[in-house]
């Protein structure tokens, strides 16, 4: 089983120091296993009553699953995780272990698209109302969470990356006995704490940052073990999400390295947001900077540009040579994703176009290149698809 180092250590020490396997080995391994079987009678007795925590099937329980929520809940300073397939398995699982028809949550606007639609879709018909609001009311409405189950976070927000105090928000939820559930996906605990900042819950699309690798989709839940057991039991048990072991160890694998690449992310970012900001074909830069709200310490690289009306986007994009274009992001690769092309998404609940993100902007994930070709390739091909007469 994974031993946290003991003291009071940093991200990077903490996530390169946890010791994971048996004999001397530092790196899990993939217990690939459905079920775990007992030695005597007494003994699965005893697991079956709740008397001993002994694995017993992978659905609720695995040793390399239980590492990666280990390194998880230490890096956020959480008492205990859960591992799901995916980000969205987080965030439903979440939700769903949380509320009753009758409930409300009221949630940031410009949320993640498909957490947006699960609220559409799936919960509302099931009679749980969903509020959206923005920022500034979370911040300066004191009674916006008065009668609230779940104030459903994300800091920053998605596509405009709007940053919010997380302190001065959970102490208004705590007031209202609200549930804070944040979505930590970009900051990662390496830029933000929620915890620390008085949030009950951290969710993360493991897929992005933790991961770092785009070779998992994944999700973690984070929040004090009462909130947890409620989650893992409800959640694993009668839906059924869980994270595989083999991308637990993919997991295991990349945390290692989160620190350093979030600090390269972050310097590659800087220098975009400089060059960004002084370029006579951009508008507006969405990348809010460290300490522009209490507990953020840090850049990402996910950040979104509002491109001059003379730049034609798609010949932009057609342009990059080393910018690739799709979803997703957080990984080594850098890439680009025009808001027009998710405002033209299929589907009758497109928070895009329901919170009116402009055609205008595009949203960048700058990976791990060297920063100066990487700003070449920007700049040449936002040149090239100026139009200038
Ligand atoms: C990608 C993403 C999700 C969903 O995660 P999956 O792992 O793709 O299910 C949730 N929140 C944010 C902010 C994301 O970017």
Request: hydrophobic share 45%; net charge negative.
């Amino acid at each position: 089983m994974t031993e946290r180092p003991d003291g009071d250590f940093s991200i990077d020490t903490l996530l390169a120091a946890v010791a994971v396997g048996a004999g001397g080995a530092v790196v899990p391994p993939i217990v690939q296993t459905s079920l775990f079987s007992f030695d005597n009678y007494k003994a699965f007795e005893d697991r079956m009553a709740g008397r001993s925590d002994d694995p017993l099937y992978t659905r609720v329980q695995n040793p390399t699953v239980a590492a990666f929520e280990n390194m998880v809940a230490g890096a956020e300073e959480g008492e205990a995780a859960v591992g799901f397939a995916s980000g969205m398995a987080a965030i439903s699982s979440t939700v769903l272990a949380l509320v009753k028809p009758g409930d409300r949550i009221a949630c940031v606007e410009h949320v993640y698209p498909d957490a947006y639609r699960f609220f559409e879709r799936l919960l509302r018909p099931f009679g749980v109302d969903v509020t959206y609001h923005p920022v500034d009311d979370f911040e300066n409405d004191p009674d916006l969470l008065a009668g609230v189950k779940i104030a459903y976070l994300e800091s920053p927000n998605t596509v405009v990356f709007q940053a919010m105090n997380l302190p001065k928000v959970a102490a208004h939820a705590k007031r209202h006995g609200a549930l804070t559930v944040i979505d930590n996906s970009w900051a990662t605990p390496v830029f933000q704490r929620p915890l620390t900042l008085g949030v009950d819950i951290v969710l993360h699309s493991a897929s992005k940052y933790l991961s770092g690798h785009s070779d998992t989709v994944a999700g973690v839940v984070v929040a004090n073990a009462e909130l947890i057991g409620r989650i893992r039991d409800l959640s694993l048990s009668l839906l059924g999400g869980k994270l595989a072991p083999f991308e637990a160890f993919l997991l295991t694998r990349g945390l290692r390295t989160l620190g350093a690449r979030m600090r390269q992310h972050q310097s590659t970012a800087n220098r975009f947001v400089d060059n960004l900001s002084a370029h006579a074909l951009v508008r507006n830069v969405l990348s809010p900077g460290p300490n522009s709200v209490p507990g953020l310490t840090g850049r990402s690289g996910l950040l979104s540009v509002e491109l001059d009306e003379r730049v034609s986007i798609p010949d932009f994009a057609d342009a990059l040579k080393l910018f690739r274009l799709g979803v997703s992001w957080g990984g080594f690769e850098s890439l680009v994703l025009p808001a027009q092309i998710a405002l033209n998404q299929a589907g009758e609940e497109n928070s895009l176009q329901h919170f009116g993100v402009s055609g205008r902007i595009v949203r960048l994930s700058l990976g791990l290149e060297d920063p100066r070709d990487l700003w070449a390739d920007f700049d040449a091909a936002l040149n090239l698809s100026a139009n200038r007469k």
